[in-house]
């Protein structure tokens, strides 16, 4: 491996070390441990490993350039087979409850034994990891002659063991079908433990939950006998596993269970108390992924699916990544819960998240016995308590149970909601809606492209191909959150969520996943919100503002907000980005496809649909040339790595460019001039028609990792009356991907909007967008009366609306010391962290001693909770 002592963490490149090219995993089965008292997450990650075809018989750590171009498929097989037949899984899993007993005889009470110490032994524990890495390299040095090296992204975490499985143990292999243990693949019968596995992912996506349970099987398995105990050593940004005589892929396990715990710093995980004042910790979207969560291989083309138990307290609520809502079982001995989750979409590891806390399911309507915690700000106490039931459980009974439909009954403890109490797997704990009779579809896009779907990836469960997925407009969805915002989210995204699901289909078709939990998230968070597979994290910025009388004006960032993570569905999770570098794929998307599905949730008219969207322009156009000229030209280009975009090493190794700088963190370019690029191609070809050409995209590429190229190629195949007006895909490249600042289009088009009605229109009633519009507006205006600033505050009633015009009107505030106001400026941010850190800039370039003692004062407050990054730049800014 190549040294890292000259990467800075600051203001370098993420380098993605794992060598996915060599060997690839398939399946990750995680066994965690939630440990509030000592800020750590303990346990084990088993990964299921596949040689990958056509490398060297030596570890190589190459840098040469790889063929970048095309897109990647999901989940392909060596067979690449598509069957769908429905065979019963009954002869295959006969053996599967007999057979986890005798392992968990074998593994489980070990494992339980070594979750008391790790409980108990503190600190203790965590030096013994230390001590026992610091040994394995030195068997590393003396014992890695020509051995081949799995390299798997890792950082701030403590590893005590790694060990190959015994898979051939688990005699629930045995029992597969006939046609399953033929081989095709070439594994020799020499190698056991490489056929059985082969067996186990040639099993076709009929058989998931087969499979699924083989998986936990096998991860349940003793380590291989003869010294299953592999050499390992961490530097710091990989782990690096050896097993002594296994030269190539081909001969290195295909099973290695990974004994760690993560460390209270690590920057995958946030350690905080939600706005309820009550412990939680959650995967914060952090530039280096979940590599501090667990070893695994970040490049976004390895690209697996999982499996996870967590154990976690049994007031907790768990929510992560998972294809069904988990049923808790609650352990007696512990006094902690046990959650299962699982997908069958293969997909990359960064797309992993937890969350864990002590938050309510968010219902319809607010129970009396919680009233009072929301007027009084307390905390859901027993009443939202989940895991409050109790019953004996087994290893074997939580393998039968994985999987289960939502409208089975799973044995276990039921999960109480602030309504009810409501066994979790039941359908009641949902909320569906029907929008048959409200009119919501003013213009649905849905019919106006041929339903075929001929799916390109490989073979997972697709809900493209389901005749039950098209026409389910509103997938199954919950709210949670911390009681005290529970009046705010039910105004508004309670409400809101329904009718954006059910606008997003129409503009979009099927929803790639089957199920939605959306989180209120900690203030802390430093983004307005985050997509992952089943699961939104939502900040409390956007949540409704004003009173209950105050309208939908006070919903309109939190519906649109909720339509750019809905998007994400379809543009940055079912189709990926194969090159990070290249993130208006995924964020220029979602904030294109935001106005289009607002639009049709609020039910405009195609008239006040415009009038919305050229408004909108105006202001994202107004930030995106703020932005360009106060940052460097280099974090403006779209595609910095330019023809060598998703290019890698031999190996499968790579970096992305500019990933820990602190000052991209909180740059928009991506979204804006990602969006500003759609809008001008939308303009070449129709809107109308750039929406069904959106859909075609989607039934093509959904399911795998694309470049910009991809899009483009196909939009140009499309439309070839677009190259034949010079528009050709070098042309793109050169004046909107390619290299910084402002295309021509742009500028004549900003014009254009400066003129529209909502812009020149001006009366008491404005909507949020005008509003911000109009502080924008008075922010260029170099004086400003306290007699102004009184009425405009007045007027307006500005403290009330949502954050975007707050922030606007902070600025206003700072801009003008009006320290009348200052509270306002306090109070935003104190509770607004996603949007605030650069008002901290700006109260401290004016060099006001007031000003900068407020700054002061308010990063005393929330410094501790704050995001890593944003700390970071607002107290270079302030200390």
């Known amino acids: 491996m190549e040294p890292d002592v000259d990467l800075n963490p600051d203001t370098d490149d993420l380098p993605l070390r794992a060598n996915a090219n060599h060997i690839l995993v398939r399946h990750y089965v995680l066994d965690l441990t939630v440990h509030f008292e000592r800020k750590v997450i303990s346990g084990s990650v088993v990964l299921f490993l596949e040689p990958c075809c056509g490398v060297s018989t030596k570890a190589e750590d190459g840098t040469g350039p790889g063929d970048g171009a095309g897109s990647t498929e999901a989940g392909a097989s060596q067979d690449g087979s598509r069957s769908r037949d429905v065979d019963s899984i009954e002869d295959g899993a006969k053996g599967l409850e007999k057979s986890m007993t005798r392992m968990d005889k074998m593994f489980g009470a070990r494992e339980r034994e070594g979750d008391e110490f790790q409980a108990v032994s503190g600190v203790g524990s965590q030096t013994a990891a230390e001590t026992k890495t610091i040994h394995s390299s030195h068997l590393w040095e003396t014992n890695s002659d020509g051995d081949f090296t799995l390299v798997l992204d890792c950082c701030d975490l403590d590893v005590s063991k790694v060990e190959e499985v015994d898979i051939t143990s688990v005699s629930a292999m045995s029992s597969l079908p006939s046609e399953v243990r033929s081989e095709k693949s070439g594994v020799s019968s020499a190698n056991p433990q490489a056929a059985f596995f082969q067996k186990l992912i040639s099993l076709p996506s009929s058989r998931w939950r087969q499979r699924h349970q083989l998986f936990l099987l096998c991860s349940r398995a003793p380590g291989a006998q003869g010294g299953s105990a592999l050499h390992f050593q961490r530097d710091r940004w990989s782990l690096q596993v050896r097993k002594k005589g296994a030269t190539s892929p081909q001969e290195f396990p295909r099973a290695v269970r990974i004994c760690y715990e993560t460390r209270p710093t690590g920057g995958s995980v946030r350690w905080t108390k939600d706005q309820d004042n009550r412990v939680c910790v959650y995967t914060a979207g952090s530039p280096i992924n979940n590599r501090a969560l667990f070893p695994c291989q970040e490049p976004p083309v390895a690209m697996s699916t999982w499996q996870a138990t967590v154990r976690a307290p049994s007031e907790c609520v768990v929510l992560m990544s998972g294809e069904e809502q988990a049923v808790p079982i609650e352990d007696r001995n512990t006094r902690f819960s046990v959650w299962n989750y699982y997908v069958t979409m293969p997909m990359p590891a960064s797309t992993f998240t937890l969350a864990v806390g002590h938050w309510c399911q968010i219902t319809a309507e607010i129970p009396p016995a919680l009233e ?508």
């Not at 939190?558 to 379809?570: D, F, L, N, T, V």
């Not at 195609?606 to 050229?614: K, P, W, Y």
């Not at 600025?811 to 306002?824: F, M, P, R, T, W």
């Open 372 to 879: 009072r915690g929301v007027r009084d700000r307390t905390d859901c106490g027993k009443t939202a308590k989940p895991g409050a039931g109790s019953a004996e459980w087994t290893e074997a009974e939580l393998v039968s149970g994985l999987g289960s439909s939502s409208g089975a009954v799973v044995k276990g403890s039921s999960l109480q909601t602030c309504s009810r109490d409501q066994t979790t797997c039941s359908d009641s704990t949902f909320s569906y809606a029907s929008f048959e009779n409200e009119g919501l579809s003013v213009t649905d896009y849905s019919g106006m492209v041929d339903d075929g779907v001929s799916c390109s990836h490989g073979d997972y469960p697709c809900r493209f191909t389901e005749q039950l997925a098209r026409s389910q407009r509103v997938i199954p969805h919950r709210v949670f959150g911390p009681v005290s915002l529970l009046q705010k989210a039910q105004m508004g995204v309670l409400k809101l969520l329904p009718r954006c699901l059910a606008a997003a289909h129409a503009v979009l078709g099927v929803h790639p996943f089957p199920r939605l939990d959306v989180l209120i998230i900690p203030a802390g968070f430093s983004s307005l919100g985050m997509a992952s597979p089943h699961i939104i994290f939502l900040s409390q910025s956007v949540l409704h503002a004003g009173s209950p009388d105050s309208g939908e004006n006070g919903l309109s960032l939190c519906g649109s907000r909720m339509c750019h993570e809905i998007a994400h569905s379809w543009f940055g999770l079912v189709i990926g980005a194969r090159d990070w570098t290249e993130e208006w794929i995924s964020e220029g998307f979602a904030t294109y496809l935001e106005d289009i599905i607002w639009a049709q949730a609020q039910q405009l008219s195609l008239q006040e649909t415009a009038e919305q969207s050229d408004l909108k322009a105006l202001l994202r156009w107004r930030r995106l040339s703020d932005e360009l000229q106060n940052s460097e030209e280099e974090l403006q280009i779209l595609r910095p790595n330019m023809e060598n975009t998703g290019q890698v090493s031999e190996s499968g190794s790579s970096t992305v460019k500019h990933a820990l700088n602190p000052d991209k963190t909180f740059m928009q370019v991506h979204y804006l001039k990602g969006y500003f690029l759609l809008r001008f191609l939308a303009s070449q070809v129709g809107e109308q028609q750039f929406i069904d050409f959106f859909r075609l995209f989607v039934k093509k590429y959904h399911g795998q990792l694309i470049l910009s190229q991809d899009f483009l190629r196909m939009l140009l195949i499309i439309f070839p009356d677009m190259e034949r007006k010079g528009l050709t895909l070098s042309a793109i490249y050169a004046d909107w991907l390619d290299r910084p600042g402002i295309p021509k289009w742009l500028y004549e088009k900003s014009a254009v909007w400066s003129q529209a009605r909502l812009v020149e229109e001006v009366k008491a009633e404005l909507t949020s967008e005008q509003l911000v519009m109009l502080l924008e507006l008075l922010l260029e205006e170099s004086e400003l009366s306290v007699a102004a600033m009184l009425a405009l505050q007045r007027t307006y009633n500005l403290q009330n609306h949502d954050a975007e015009v707050r922030h606007r009107w902070c600025e206003l505030v700072v801009k003008h010391a009006h320290n009348q106001a200052y509270g306002d400026v306090e109070h935003f941010l104190v509770h607004d962290q996603a949007m605030g850190v650069y008002l901290y800039g700006e109260l401290m370039v004016h060099e006001d001693p007031e000003q900068q003692a407020l700054a002061r004062r308010c990063l005393s407050l929330v410094q501790e909770d704050m995001d890593q990054s944003a700390r970071t730049v607002v107290e270079e800014m302030v200390l």
